[in-house]
């Protein structure tokens, strides 16, 4: 009969999961009798290797009684070994404390979660023995509350580490928020013993935060609200100076390094005021802050609030006063936009190299169920008592079963905060240490996954455990507040928890929803039913509902969104678009909620969000694209001229849509905006023109004039925004033997056709054609020969009218005729040796009267965009004058748009850089503004809005974020008064720190 063979040790060593078998061999060597126990039980350790470390050093430090006593319990294997080798496998810093006090093993092996009195009472006692007389050192009890309080959180750790961690999470943490507690009041005995006339004023500590929700962590700061009251007939500010006195002690006794080390930071930035306030109040003080100055972030950190040490009675009446103020927090204004903007401040603020690697403040992180939990609470918690629970687990729980949230969608969030919190516990115990940090060593992520339990690659089932939660996650964050909205319409029949209306109706209006029963109307007729596009609406709905509260107006997306689904519902791509292409359904609500432009284009012509689910398709056509097919939409008109313009029309339309949709969603530059808008309305007009003349020769028989548009002002300078009108010029050439008059009829009949057609209603905003700038303005006639004009500009021309030809540029008809019209006007329009001294007064004096007279009655100089002080106008009339003085010597700032020759100016050293940026960057932010005031409004605005909403509405759609109206006000005033000091130094050639030249026009 075989005998069974033994094992080597080493073997032993590799198979309890050792990695440095030669040096496990050595520790086993000195732990003598120790050793065969605990290679046994060595398995359990999340880092064996620490564990023999440890145990060693143990060893070193014991007596022999105690040497003896931990080896009958190695020999045992049970759980009170278990304990041992696990805190210390799993903490350097449990085992420095072990080492130090070496006693306390015993502790470790028979540790409970004790009742909160009974810890309590452990911690003062081990201080008030050593309690220090009025000023005297402090150090003896400092030193013995850090002990008593090692020892407790070790305890805790023994407990945590040999029982299921998720399943036991939430009795630790409230084990750890527990002791945290008392130490408080061990720190506020101390305190009291040092402040002299401490017995003047009742002070309490209110526990905020884990602390207060009795959900700490292993390592963190404690925040915490100190309120006092007065002992009887104590004045209230000596008790208040008494107060802080002893409140400051207090955090001195928690965060000063000792010999023994040092607790935590005791933070109390959360109280009213944060840093710039006093350290402690009155209730009374508390409650009038609270009553008239707090902001939202403030009474969702009120949650969390719990008297936790000094008076009890000052702390229940803190509650009694704080805790009503917390309850009607989501009846304050934008308080979920104010939530929503700190959890997107917070993200934003994250090392972007840390930011995939943050357990609590990234996305699908501890934040995100955090706050959407607390949202929840604060929002029905309003009129239902039972959500008015601090922790988060017990705050989901309630919510699920008031119905609140999906039982599904609750043990799944519970799921992930257990095992993000488990793996942050288990990272910050390594070294005690606050990080909230995935770690990325091999070492590290190995000893992390054992920790929880893993076994089999060990760092790798870690990692993918938690991007596995942290994406769960997220996505819940994301439609945790939104899906039960629909089954309070739909009558869902998974196990989502059944809203009623009037509770929907509340989330709505706490959403930001300003007509929260027509949302629930809308809302309903999308869902409900059990057709295929009823299912799918409901699947939609949860994420665009919180699209839609993500921008500027909720209630305008939603309304459009019910508009083009009712058109659409039916067809086969809509639907299954939005739902498997993820950036149509964002791209959609982002545009239906935030432009007025474009979902009125979109109403008229639902079909086009088809191009949402291409993103290749969402960039502007060039003008050859768009000719040829303007082109072909005419030919299939050939008898019908109304129906081939509106054709063309309708292809305007869509490319609108297109053009304004890349912008909302971010896809292009101002410049990428400004050359797809010229490009469009130079074909638009090449078409509609081509259009008028084959309509004329079929009225006249035949064509005897050629005929050319001149664009100027934006459209020549291609800088078209979304509410330009077409400036131009017409001009024709009469064909070799035409009768002149005839010519002129004809070219007449034409140009009046184009602009009927484009300034009538159709499918798509009309197209006003402004001829006012042609020889003799609206007195002259709409179109003339190219011999006319040169024979005007040769006797007639003035200063304005070479400045306005700055911008001239051919943009349809005549290819021929518009480069002679061009040739025409160089000579005007860039002397050789620029323009004369009186010509430039007479430009300086047009402009102080177009400063003076025509900004309207009642608007303000410092806001107009156009005509204001560093408007459009001011950095427009400087470029064009530096142009007309010296575009004849520098033929590189011949352009005709503005920011262009701005910078080749720049080059040819006929301005500053700084200056030139000054005027760019306010003649950016202008345009940008007049542009999203149309996509916003649906149509321009001239000045900065006054209005809040329309200022947020505009500010939100550049970007800037919600509720940053403000924000561009400031931003666009500080870009103008520089612009302005600029121009008046360029332009009227005065020094803006000499004061207001009274003459400018001199």
Known sequence: MATPRTESPRAALVRAGVLDTDRGLAFAEELGDWAPGLIRCLAKAPDPDQALLTLTRLREVMDEAQRTAVSQLLENCDVRSHRLISVVGASVAFGDHLVKHPQTWVEVVDAALDPAPVVRDEMVRAVEAVLPAPGGAPEAAYDALRVAYDRRVCRIAAVDLTSDPFEVLPAVAEALAEAAGAALEAAYRIACARVAESEKVRLAVIAMGKTGGRELNYISDVDVIFAAEPAPGVPEQDAMRIGAEVASELMRACSTRTAEGSLWQVDAALRPEGKAGPLVRTVENHRYYYERWASTWEFQALLKARPVAGDPEVGQAYLDAVQPFVWQASGRDNFVADVQAMRRRVEQLLPAGEADRELKLGRGGLRDIEFSVQLLQLVHGRTDPRLRVRSTLSGLESLSRGGYVGRTDAHDLDDAYRVLRVLEHRIQMWRMKRTHLMPTAEDDLRRLGRAVGFTADPARQVQTLRAEESRKARRLHERLFYRPLLSAVARLTDDDARLTTQDAQQRLAALGYRDPVGAMRHIEALTVGVSRRAAIQRTLLPVLLRRFADEADPDMGLLAFRRVSDALGSTHWYLKMLRDEGGAATTLAR???????????????????????????????????????????????????????????????????????????????????EDGLTDLTAATLQAVLEVATRAAQRAQGMIVTRVAIIGMGRLGGGETGYSSDADVLFVHDPLPGADAQLAQSQAERIVTEVRRWLSGSGPDPALGIDADLRPEGRSGPLVRTLESYAAYYARWSEGWEAQALLRATPVAGDVDLGERFIALIDPLRYPTDGISASAVRQIRLLKARVEAERIPRGGSPLTHLKLGRGGLSDVEWTVQLLQLRHAGQFPQIRNPATITPLHAMVDCDLISAESADALEQSWTMATRIRNASVLWRGRPVDSLPSDVVDANGIASVLGMGQGAGEQLRNDYLRMARRARGVMEREFYDQDPAAGRDREPTR
């Open 591 to 673: 545009v239906l909620a935030s432009s007025r432009y474009v979902g009125g284009l979109i109403e008229r012509a639902p079909s086009t969000v088809a191009m949402f689910g291409d993103t290749t398709a969402l960039r502007p056509r060039s003008r050859a694209e768009l000719s040829e097919s303007m082109y072909l939409a005419i030919e299939r008109h050939r008898t019908d001229d109304q129906e081939a313009v509106t054709a063309v029309r309708t292809i305007r339309r869509a490319e609108l849509i297109r053009i304004a949709t890349a912008d909302l969603s971010g896809r292009l530059e101002l410049l990428d905006i």
